[in-house]
């Protein structure tokens, strides 16, 4: 079974970082875009970032580009959302997820794998 344990939610200032952890399990890592979704409260799930299956290249949502860096660790099955400048608006859920293609990441329903929520809490 494919596994997929996210990590690293919590409460911080605005204006500071956390850095979100998603190991996978059960899967072949290299062969699948990996990333991160999140989902304030009343809104829907949006795609925040990912890094590509293909060529290793890193995507980003025009809302955190420029303040969250995502890596991968190949020998780990993991990777990290490293969030700096954080803002209040990034209160949400964020959850960890894979799929074959990046472009899963236009829309939530196209996910194939979902690892179960961090919560992060930004205070202003």
């Known amino acids: 079974d494919v596994q997929l344990q996210a990590s690293g939610g919590g409460l911080v200032q605005a204006g500071g970082s956390l850095r979100l952890s998603c190991a996978a399990s059960?899967?072949?890592?290299?062969?699948?875009?990996i990333g991160w979704f999140r989902q304030a409260p009343g809104k829907e799930r949006e795609g925040v970032s990912y890094?590509?299956?293909?060529?290793?290249?890193?995507h980003y949502a025009v809302s955190v580009k420029g303040r969250f860096t995502i890596s991968r660790d190949n020998a780990k099955n993991t990777v990290y959302l490293q969030m700096n400048s954080l803002k209040p608006e990034d209160t949400a859920v964020y959850y960890c997820?894979?799929?074959?293609?990046?472009?899963?990441?236009?829309?939530?329903?196209?996910?194939?794998?979902w690892g179960q929520g961090t919560q992060v809490t930004v205070s202003s």
């Open positions: 997820a894979a799929d074959r293609s990046g472009s899963s990441w236009i829309k939530a329903n196209w996910i194939h794998y």
């Open positions: 890094i590509s299956a293909s060529d290793g290249s890193a």
């Open positions: 059960g899967l072949t890592f290299h062969d699948y875009a």
